[in-house]
Structure formats: structure tokens, C-alpha cells
């Protein structure tokens, strides 16, 4: 009789492991880190050095700014004074402001569909998806935008012709730039929600497509949308070459740059009032990623 | 004296004990197993004995040599992770080869030893493969002779099945048992499988919220468990709540019905007691013993080389397990049907008058929940 | 021969349904690549098209025997050199200073400000960064001033327009990137794999010969690499420095096809070609190097 107990590793053990299982469990992770043999010292010397070296390298150019930028006298604001009262600064940045947000909507009206519908139903065409939005990682964003001139100034959509027309295909050039980290900001979003498993929850409740993708997925993907989009404002409201090459003088950029030959003050104010945007944006993402261990993002250079 | 002694270990963190009291004396050769649930400090213990954490009092001495403060590179004790902790860039001889090479071996010895490795874990030829082109008992197995090639005093293995499929994990289990018989190391095994350890071990300790409950061989501890929580802990019990009628001449009131137990009981008489009984240690109809009890059958659950039936006692909450072999011949008891069970009083553990009472149900039927 | 045949009719029993199920399936991406043909196949075959065309529109190969000629080879060096040294040092500082919140022990609240940092650092590029730059390190700028102001008379600034200039800017958005790969990387070397060697014997130094520096090495290599083709691409910051002074390839394209004094078009796609090529193999080499990555780090 002896074999009774011998029921399995399902036995009593079961009952035992539940409950109190997780909080010990979560107890003796943290004492374990606290514990560790290591010292809990202030950090090594060597380390100390490297911080302090990268913290001088960062933060002296924003002091160089700064003190250029209020060395005006008698009025130290003045620069500042003088960039709010041009038309042109408010001009750019509401601008380049304008074609971000709208840059942002028509990229996410792409992109979540789309990545949405690779992973639903077309899963062995993601590696083609995925190597067209990365396309613009290679591609000179000057050639782009003069391909982009150079097509449509001729044959039976002439866009270059217009103003309009120019606006449009500015939007198309950083909508096509917005695809590297809009697709994989939300194909890792939707990677992290079972994307089948609520589509046919939802559809078993008898839901459209429309209304999935719109009451379902969406939601669902709040965060990583929301850092896909804040990245992409950053990036249009500072980028200078495609809005150059179609003539866009008016942009956030073009103006700054103008500015920086023509003035000698104001172009370090703007400046720092854009490192304060790009500081705005990542604080934003930073706060709407806290809690997800979504990965940084990065545009890289311009 | 011992090979391996822990005395008096205790571990605090940020002011929770984690471990106290600690006492062990480990002959060499000796395989003993740490089995208690999570966080019950069996992992402590043992990262203690690897040197990854300092007691906070206390001492451990192998072989003599005190070693309670000794950084862990420089005792000479082999780890095995429940994670494998295989380092990846490196191809399975390297992994295994890794302790002989910081240790200055030549490459000629670290070449042979590996073989010889590799032998042992019924992998030769396969020291050229990458971790992640192994299976996980593959990875484990490279893992423990990882843990072996510096040939170390005392091995210990920390949880090292427990990622594993149930299958490959009865196996493995066998393989390590063989190999440290043959090599006559002194082992320590965390689990919190108590199969795994039973079947593995020369003695158990059984922990629980950083103190030792008991310490024996893995029959004793079975049959004979000291405290309420080992009787629950290790294997399927039937905890039934009684009082005491006659404590010199070992008899007890159970659910209306009286029984005996194996001795005197040290609870004076009416004070209320805790009564386990292992299932299989009950026998269906009347020739199993002296104690007898009746009642209504409940449930009958077919658990495939057993049979466990289920009773009421007193028409009220407590209920009574037993196991029987499975013998297609023989036909189950019929649900609602009164039947009489029996016992040898020695089957039956009367433990220390517990402060709180048992839960409303009895541990069979909760682990029958599980199931 | 016969059972070949038997599957064969097998498969052409269960190909239909599955070939249509395709088809439809298909319908669901014809939004987003009516967009990319728009604005992003088009432009890129009109790149290709006229690499391969003279002023005349006639087929020719001349645009790429012309990449030998002139300051492109120079640009491409120049480009090459810059990519190389900013990668280089960018990755080796920015893997110290990802090391010294991590390994190094700092206190918590310093990570999380150099990660927050890093992120705003690697997005803070393009003409507001050259311009801070200018008003620090330029003639005239806040340190060389102060730098004179202490003594240092013979200090005139750094020649923001040399390549040394532009390699001491684009450090500016390198190492931070550099920092945001690596410090989960650092993190994500297991706990155990540092205990395995140590009981094993080995000391810290053989720990991270050994173990966590090759671990690391697909992860720092892949990243440098990103680095590379990251200042390689970059053009608005190399522009606002140097004025187009600096012969690199971004800003050379950038001439040849909007002509202000060069225009030769045809020599700027082909050029453009060149630098997709070079974009594109390190790209290739980076998903290489991650793959491996990921590989050792999932076993």
C-alpha cells in the first residue's frame, strides 16, 4: 500500500505552493539583491570618473547655449524677447508642429492596419513588410525628397506645382521616415497583447473589423502609439533636409538655420527652446513606458 | 566528525530571517536533500554553503576547514543552477573545461578530463556543440559535469530538475544519482519536489519559514513526521481533528468514533488533538487493523495504479481518504454506500495539539482539487 | 516515381483553398504599399534610374566610373573616416559610461537620469546641436572664452569645421545611443553566469574576459556598427558646421543633385547608390550580429 503516496509531483505540494508561494517568493528575490556578497558601497572611483567626463561632455554645450543666449546687455532676455515677437519663429514651430501631429495620424492609420494584419493573417509576408520600413534607414533622406521633386513635378500628379501639392508630399517623405520605429513600436506592442486571442474574443461578441481595430487593438496599444507618435513629432519638428529640398523654408529647421547665419543671439535661444522640445517628448515617453519594459527607441542622427 | 557542518547558521536580509537555527552534519559521501517550499530558505542555505551570501552568524566548516567567510572562488564547491547558467558563448568542452582553465591546468589535462566528462554524462563527442543547440537535460547534464570538472568537495545542486519535462526529470534524476554514487561526492539538493527528494536521498531536511522541521532519512520522514508540518508538507495525509479520551492507554474520539493510537499520548486527556493517517495506510473492510471506522462514501477518484476512495464520518465535514491498488478484478464501493475501514494503531500519528485547528478541508481534499 | 507523383496529386488536391486563402489575405496590405510605391518605390527606382542615365537621358554606366573622380573619393573617405572614429570612440565611451551605472555601482537615481539623458541626447540632433556646439567650442564660444579667461590664451576654440570638429559633434548623439543598447545589454548578463564562474574559481578580471565581455561583444560590435551608419547618414548637423566646406557624402549628394555649383544629378544618385550599398551592408551586418545575440541569450 505503500505506492498510495506516490500519486505525483501534483500531491499536497500543490496546495502548499499557492498562496504564500508568491510572496515569499517575491521576499527572498529582493533580500537575495540586497544581500548580495558585493559591497553596497558609493560605486567604484573609475566609475565616478566616466559619469562625471560624460556629464561635463553633456551638459557643456546646453551652459555654452544658455550663456550665449542671454549675453544681450543691458537686457539678458532679449533674444528671448525677440524670438517670441517674430512671426516667423511662431510661423515655424506651428508649422513643423502641424505637419508632425498630421504626419503622426496618417503613419498610425498605416501602420497599426498593417501590422495588425501581418501578424493576424499574412504572417509569412513580415519579413517583406518589415525590410520596406526599414528602407529609409538606408536612403539619404536628400535623395528622397528629390525623387519625390523630381516625379511629381512631371507626368499626371504634378504635386510640385502647388504649395499644397508640396505639403502633401513633405507629409509623405516623414510618413515614410515615421515607418522604422512606427512599425516596431507597434508590432512589439502588438507582440505583447495576444493579438488572435482578442480579435476572436472579440469577433465571437460579434464585432466588425472596423470596430476591433478601433475598440480592441487600439486601446490596447496606447503606450507604445503614443511613444511611436511622440518620437515622430520630435523628429519632424526638427528635421531640415527634405523640408529644404521641397522648399519648405517656412519649417521649424529651415528657419533655425537661417537664423543661426543671420543673427548672433537668437539662434541659441531657439536652440535650447528645441532642446527643451526634445526633452518634452522623451519625458512624455518616458512617462507614458513606465511600468511597460518597452524598449527605448531611437531616430538616430540628422 | 563530519565532512560538511553547518552550526548555528542564521541569514538575516534588511532584518527578515530568511534562515535560523540552522544545524547540519553531512558525512562525506552523503547525499542530503533541502525540501520545503518556496522561500522557506533552502536556497539560502545552500548559496550560503557556495559562498554567494555570508551568514550573518554562524559557521561552515568542509572537510575541518572553516570556510564561513571564504569568498566563493576560493572554496572549492561545485554549483549546479536551476537555470543551467551555461555561458553561452562557449561550446560545451569549453563550459565544462572553464574551472581547470582559471585554475591554470594545462590544456592537455582540461582535453583529457572533458572526455572523461562528457563519458560520464552520456554525451562524448558532443563537446563541440553550443549550449543552445542542446536540450534542456542536455544543458543540465553539461551543467553538472561543469560542476564536477574541478572536482570539488561538496557538489550542490539548486533545483536542477525543475525546469525540466516530467519525464526527463525522473531520468536525469537517476543519472544524478548514479554519477555521484560513483563518484562519492558529498551532495546538496534543493527541491521543493518531495518525490525528488525522497527517491534521491541518504537524509532530508525539511524546511519551513527558515527553520529546519526534520531531519531523517527519507523513510522516516515519510512515515515518522515530528511536526504537522512535514506530516502535510510530505506526501497525502489525512489530518482529522480529535480529542484525546485516555492518553496512557492511546485512545482517541474521532468523529464520534473511538480509535487507538500506537502509544501513550502526551496531550492530557480531552485536550484536542491532531490526527494524520496516510491513506494508504487504511485498509476497505475490516481485516487492516485494530481501529475500525465507518462511513459514507463520498467519492471515488481513479488515480491509475491507485484507487482513492473517499468517506464521510459523521455526516458532517470530516472526511476520510484511504488508497487501494488498483485491481481491475475487484469492483470500487458504490457512492452513498456505508462501508467499514480499518486500521493498525500504528498507522495512525497523533501530533502535538496544534493552536490552530485544521483546515476545513483535509489536505487529501485539497490536493484532490488540485488533481 | 510513383509515390512522387501520388503526393504531387496530393498537394495540387490541397494547394487551391490555401493559394486563395493567400490571395485575399494579400488585400489587407494594398493601403500600405500603394503609400510606400507613393512616396517611398518611386523616388528610390527614380534613384536607381538615374544613376544609370547621362544629362541626355541616354543609359550609361559613366555616372558610376565617375564616383573614382573629383572630391568623391575624398568625400567617401571623409565620410568613412568620421563614420569609423565616432563609432568607434562613441561605442567604447558610451559602453564605459553605460558600464559605470551599472557595473560600476553608482547610485540608482544617476542611471536613471544618464538613460533619460541619453534618450533626449540621441534625438537632439540637426541644426540646433551644431549651433551649441558653435557657441561653445567656436571662436567665440562660452568655453574657449573661459578656457582663455583662465590662462589658456592660446586656446582659439575647436576648427569646428574639420573633421575633428565634426567628429567631436556627432560624439554628441553617438555614445548616448550607444548607452541606450548597451545598458540592458550590461543588465542582462544573468546573475548566475557571474556566480557559475566564480565558484568555479574564476576572479572578477577572468569573469569578464571569459564570460562577460564575449557575451557582450555581437551586442557592442552590432551597435557600433548601427553607430557607423548613424553618423554616415547624418547631414544637417555636418551642413550647419561646416557650410558644405567639409567634402562627406550626404552633403556632396546634396550639391550634386540640387546644384548649386556642382549639378551633375546622374553622379548624385550614383553616388546616393553608393551610400545605400554601404548603409545597407551595415544594417545586414547589425540584424547578423543581433541574431547571434539573441540566439546565446535565449539558451
Not at chain 1, 501602420?111 to 501578424?119: F, G, L, S
Not at chain 3, 567665440?140 to 582663455?148: H, I, M, R, V
Amino acid at each position: 500500500m505503500s505506492g498510495g503516496s506516490q500519486s505525483g509531483p501534483f500531491g499536497p505540494m500543490g496546495v502548499m505552493e499557492n498562496e504564500p508561494s508568491l510572496n515569499a517568493k517575491r521576499a527572498g528575490g529582493d533580500a537575495a539583491r540586497a544581500g548580495r556578497r558585493e559591497r553596497r558601497s558609493f560605486g567604484a572611483w573609475w566609475a565616478w570618473v566616466i559619469f562625471i567626463l560624460g556629464a561635463l561632455y553633456f551638459i557643456l554645450p546646453l551652459v555654452g547655449v544658455f550663456f550665449h543666449s542671454i549675453r544681450t546687455r543691458p537686457d539678458i532676455f532679449l533674444a528671448y524677447r525677440q524670438v517670441f515677437a517674430d512671426p516667423a519663429f511662431l510661423r515655424g514651430l506651428g508649422y513643423s508642429f502641424t505637419a508632425g501631429v498630421i504626419t503622426v495620424v496618417v503613419s498610425l492609420l498605416i501602420i497599426v492596419p498593417t501590422a495588425y494584419w501581418v501578424r493576424l493573417r499574412v504572417p509569412r509576408l513580415r519579413p517583406v513588410v518589415e525590410f520596406v520600413t526599414l528602407m529609409p534607414f538606408v536612403i539619404p533622406p536628400v535623395v528622397l525628397a528629390f525623387g519625390l521633386i523630381r516625379i511629381y513635378s512631371q507626368g499626371p500628379v504634378r504635386l510640385a506645382a502647388s504649395d499644397t501639392g508640396l505639403n502633401v508630399m513633405l507629409i509623405g517623405a516623414y510618413v515614410v521616415l515615421s515607418f522604422p520605429y512606427m512599425y516596431r513600436a507597434v508590432d512589439t506592442g502588438l507582440a505583447a497583447i495576444d493579438v488572435r486571442t482578442l480579435t476572436e474574443a472579440a469577433q465571437s461578441l460579434g464585432s466588425g473589423w472596423g470596430r476591433i481595430l478601433a475598440r480592441v487593438i487600439f486601446p490596447n496599444l496606447r503606450t507604445s502609439l503614443l511613444s511611436g507618435a511622440f518620437l515622430t513629432l520630435a523628429i519632424v519638428i526638427g528635421e531640415y533636409t527634405i523640408a529644404q529640398v521641397l522648399a519648405r523654408n517656412m519649417a521649424f529647421a529651415p528657419y533655425l538655420s537661417l537664423l543661426g547665419r543671420n543673427q548672433p543671439y537668437q539662434p541659441a535661444a531657439v536652440s535650447l527652446i528645441s532642446f527643451g522640445l526634445t526633452w518634452l517628448a522623451m519625458i512624455l515617453i518616458a512617462f507614458l513606458g513606465r511600468g511597460s519594459r518597452a524598449r527605448v527607441q531611437v531616430a538616430g542622427a540628422r | 566528525m563530519a565532512f560538511l557542518e553547518l552550526e548555528g547558521v542564521r541569514k538575516e536580509f534588511a532584518g527578515t530571517v530568511a534562515v535560523e537555527n540552522f544545524d547540519l552534519a553531512a558525512e562525506k559521501g552523503e547525499f542530503v536533500s533541502f525540501l520545503g517550499p518556496s522561500g522557506c530558505g533552502k536556497t539560502t542555505t545552500l548559496r550560503m554553503i557556495a559562498g554567494f551570501e555570508l551568514p550573518t552568524a554562524g559557521s561552515i566548516r568542509i572537510d575541518g576547514a572553516e570556510v564561513t567567510n571564504r569568498p566563493p572562488n576560493r572554496r572549492n564547491v561545485g554549483m549546479v543552477f536551476q537555470s543551467y547558467a551555461l555561458f553561452p558563448n562557449m561550446t560545451v568542452a569549453d563550459n565544462i573545461g572553464f574551472g581547470m582553465k582559471v585554475r591554470g591546468r594545462s590544456r592537455d589535462q582540461i582535453k583529457q578530463k572533458v572526455g572523461e566528462l562528457l563519458e560520464l554524462i552520456h554525451l562524448p563527442g558532443r563537446g563541440d556543440r553550443f549550449p543552445w543547440q542542446l536540450s534542456g537535460g542536455q544543458q543540465q547534464r553539461v551543467a553538472l559535469a561543469r560542476a564536477l570538472a574541478i572536482e570539488p568537495q561538496v557538489l550542490l545542486l539548486d533545483e536542477p530538475l525543475s525546469a525540466l519535462d516530467a519525464k526527463i526529470r525522473v531520468a536525469l534524476r537517476h543519472q544524478i544519482r548514479a554519477i555521484q554514487r560513483q563518484l562519492g561526492i558529498t551532495t546538496v539538493y534543493v527541491t521543493h519536489d518531495q518525490e525528488e527528494a525522497l527517491s534521491l536521498s541518504d537524509r532530508v531536511v525539511v524546511m519551513s519559514e527558515g527553520r529546519i522541521e526534520q531531519i531523517g532519512a527519507p523513510a522516516d520522514i515519510y512515515n515518522f513526521p515530528t511536526t504537522r508540518f512535514v506530516a502535510s508538507f510530505v506526501g497525502t495525509l489525512n489530518l482529522l481533528n480529535a480529542k484525546v479520551v485516555d492518553s496512557s492507554g492511546g485512545r482517541i474520539a474521532l468523529a464520534g468514533q473511538e480509535i487507538r493510537a500506537g502509544g501513550a499520548i502526551e496531550a492530557g486527556n480531552g485536550s484536542e488533538v491532531t490526527v494524520a493517517i496516510r491513506p494508504e495506510g487504511i485498509e476497505l473492510g475490516s481485516g487492516g487493523g485494530a481501529n475500525q471506522l465507518t462511513g459514507t462514501v463520498e467519492d471515488v477518484s481513479f488515480l491509475g495504479s491507485i484507487v482513492r476512495t473517499r468517506l464521510n464520518l459523521d455526516g458532517n465535514g470530516t472526511t476520510l481518504s484511504l488508497d487501494t491498488f488498483n485491481d481491475p478484478s475487484l469492483q470500487a464501493a458504490a457512492i452513498d454506500s456505508t462501508v467499514t475501514v480499518s486500521f493498525p494503531p500504528e498507522a495512525c500519528l497523533v501530533l502535538a495539539a496544534s493552536a490552530t485547528p485544521p483546515p476545513p478541508t483535509d489536505a487529501v481534499a485539497a490536493a484532490e482539487a488540485m488533481l | 516515381m510513383a509515390d512522387a507523383v501520388a503526393v504531387r496529386e496530393q498537394e495540387a488536391h490541397i494547394a487551391p483553398p490555401a493559394r486563395s486563402r493567400l490571395n485575399w489575405s494579400w488585400l489587407g496590405l494594398v493601403p500600405f504599399f500603394l503609400f510606400c510605391t507613393a512616396f517611398l518605390f518611386l523616388p528610390v527606382a527614380f534613384l536607381v534610374f538615374g544613376s544609370l542615365n547621362d544629362a541626355e537621358g541616354a543609359l550609361t554606366l559613366k555616372n558610376y566610373a565617375d564616383l573614382t573622380t573629383g572630391i568623391i573619393p575624398g568625400a567617401f573617405g571623409n565620410s568613412i573616416e568620421i563614420s569609423i572614429v565616432t563609432a568607434v570612440a562613441g561605442g567604447l565611451f558610451g559602453f564605459l559610461l553605460a558600464a559605470s551605472v551599472t557595473v560600476g555601482r553608482l547610485p540608482r537615481v544617476l542611471r536613471t537620469a544618464l538613460l533619460t539623458f541619453s534618450g533626449v541626447a540621441s534625438n537632439f540632433a540637426g541644426i540646433p546641436l551644431a549651433l551649441a556646439f558653435i557657441f561653445t567650442l567656436g571662436t567665440l564660444g562660452f568655453l574657449t572664452t573661459f578656457l582663455q579667461s583662465l590662462g589658456l590664451t592660446g586656446f582659439r576654440g575647436v576648427n569646428l569645421t574639420s573633421k575633428l570638429g565634426v567628429e567631436v559633434v556627432y560624439m554628441y548623439f553617438q555614445f548616448p545611443l550607444m548607452v541606450l543598447i548597451i545598458a540592458p545589454a550590461l543588465e542582462g548578463l544573468r546573475r548566475e553566469w557571474r556566480e557559475a564562474a566564480e565558484n568555479m574559481g574564476a576572479s572578477a578580471f577572468q569573469y569578464w574576459r571569459y564570460v562577460g565581455l564575449p557575451i557582450l561583444t555581437p551586442t557592442i560590435l552590432g551597435t557600433m556598427i548601427l553607430l557607423f551608419g548613424n553618423a554616415f547618414g547624418a547631414q544637417a548637423t555636418a551642413f550647419q558646421l561646416t557650410g558644405g566646406t567639409l567634402p562627406l557624402v550626404t552633403l556632396v549628394i546634396s550639391s550634386q543633385i540640387r546644384g548649386d555649383v556642382l549639378h551633375n544629378p546622374g553622379l548624385g544618385y550614383a553616388m546616393a547608390m553608393g551610400m545605400v550599398v554601404i548603409m545597407g551592408i551595415s544594417i545586414f551586418l547589425y540584424t547578423l550580429l543581433q541574431r547571434r545575440a539573441e540566439r546565446w541569450l535565449r539558451s
